[in-house]
């Protein structure tokens, strides 16, 4: 097997993580978390978000790495002409939403959630106070918007590079 087809496996295998895990966490687990309340979602949600945060920064280094590997095998002493063929254009277009998620989840979301699991953590065991329950309506407020941002934007990068194929 040669480092090209090796390349492709191991981003293939990432992409479909990452778009996986968006489209499960964003239209089946936070709609049904949200419903259930913070008791719930607020416990389940700091013992899962170190686990991801890890497992998403892995896939997000893996799918830029090879992706850009890919690119440079592919259009070597050539990339002043990447963007001449729809290929090149839907080559950038993912890779700009991918950063763009990167920036996103790792930038905005992540500490809002690390904020949520102090504010979480400091009232465990007794009820919020009315400023700390408005608190953390608006931290999950945040993150659910974040969220579907990410989502879209994975999205684009998804359907970029699978098209990229056909252009």
């Given at each position: 097997?040669?480092?090209?087809?090796?390349?492709?496996?191991?981003?293939?295998?990432?992409?479909?993580f990452?778009?996986?895990?968006?489209?499960?966490?964003?239209?089946?687990?936070?709609?049904?978390?949200?419903?259930?309340?913070?008791t719930?979602?607020?416990?389940?949600?700091?013992?899962?978000?170190?686990?991801?945060?890890?497992?998403?920064?892995?896939?997000?280094?893996?799918?830029?790495?090879?992706?850009?590997?890919?690119?440079?095998?592919?259009?070597?002493?050539?990339?002043?002409?990447?963007?001449?063929?729809?290929?090149?254009?839907?080559?950038?277009?993912?890779?700009?939403?991918?950063?763009?998620?990167?920036?996103?989840?790792?930038?905005?979301?992540?500490?809002?959630?690390?904020?949520?699991?102090?504010?979480?953590?400091?009232?465990?065991?007794?009820?919020?106070?009315?400023?700390?329950?408005?608190?953390?309506?608006?931290?999950?407020?945040?993150?659910?918007?974040?969220?579907?941002?990410?989502?879209v934007?994975?999205?684009?990068?998804?359907?970029?590079?699978?098209?990229?194929?056909?252009?």
């Amino acid at each position: 097997m040669d480092t090209l087809a090796l390349l492709r496996i191991f981003h293939v295998i990432f992409g479909i993580f990452v778009a996986g895990t968006y489209l499960f966490m964003v239209l089946i687990l936070e709609p049904r978390l949200k419903r259930l309340g913070p008791t719930v979602a607020g416990p389940l949600m700091s013992s899962i978000s170190p686990a991801m945060t890890a497992a998403m920064g892995l896939s997000f280094v893996v799918l830029v790495g090879t992706g850009t590997a890919m690119v440079l095998i592919l259009r070597s002493g050539s990339l002043m002409t990447l963007l001449d063929a729809g290929w090149g254009w839907a080559m950038v277009l993912g890779l700009i939403a991918t950063l763009a998620a990167v920036v996103v989840g790792f930038g905005l979301l992540t500490p809002t959630g690390i904020k949520t699991a102090k504010l979480g953590n400091s009232i465990k065991g007794r009820p919020p106070t009315p400023a700390e329950a408005q608190e953390m309506g608006r931290l999950s407020g945040r993150i659910a918007s974040l969220s579907r941002w990410n989502f879209v934007l994975i999205m684009l990068a998804t359907a970029s590079m699978i098209s990229a194929r056909y252009l």
